[in-house]
């Protein structure tokens, strides 16, 4: 190999590494933020509305005990589709713009009887569009906090009966009215 074939090969190499890398590196880029993700920003409006849902009682905590608004974030950011997030985002603004048509302030400034009234509307609108094939975003939001709530350890252990090791099987037992098992 003479002298000049080993400098243009070398050139080439080299020139092919420093070009190639950009293109080769662009696909290793981070994906771009999506509009249907629900950040911890929202948190506190999903708390507030998940406690209006199941609000605090003597007998048990309310659903932000349980921390509802983190389990509706990582619901509808891991394991909803994109259209059921983007429904759940939209109602979840709709929320907030019809607290401040109807009240003048945002829903987490209002007051609790302001705030049942509100979810109240929706809840009904829910019921109307139960024929329809998307789901509402309200009853979504029902839904998920329900479900939070009572797989939270809160929830099952304060509002359901809760017996970490359970006896024997009783098939047949008189029920008196308690609540639920966990």
């Not at 002298?3 to 070009?19: D, M, P, Y």
């Not at 981070?30 to 849902?53: A, F, Y």
């Not at 809160?154 to 098939?171: M, Q």
């Amino acid at each position: 190999m003479e002298r000049r074939e080993a400098l243009k090969l070398t050139a080439s190499l080299l020139g092919g590494s420093v070009i190639g890398s950009p293109l080769f590196l662009s696909g290793c880029s981070t994906p771009k933020e999506s509009s249907t993700l629900l950040w911890d920003t929202d948190l506190p409006l999903l708390d507030e509305i998940g406690e209006t849902i199941l609000p605090d009682t003597e007998q048990s905590p309310g659903a932000k005990a349980g921390h509802i608004g983190e389990f509706m974030k990582a619901m509808v950011n891991d394991c909803y589709d994109q259209e059921e997030a983007e429904i759940f985002i939209k109602g979840l603004k709709t929320i907030d713009k019809e607290a401040d048509t109807a009240y003048g302030k945002g829903f987490l400034d209002l007051s609790e009887p302001q705030r049942l009234a509100l979810l109240s509307k929706f809840d009904r609108d829910a019921k109307k569009n139960q024929l329809g094939n998307k789901p509402h975003f309200f009853t979504m939001m029902k839904e998920l906090s329900i479900w939070g709530y009572f797989t939270s350890e809160p929830g099952a252990t304060k509002a359901l009966r809760y017996n970490p090791i359970p006896g024997r099987f009783e098939g047949c037992i008189p029920y008196n009215g308690e609540n639920a098992w966990a």
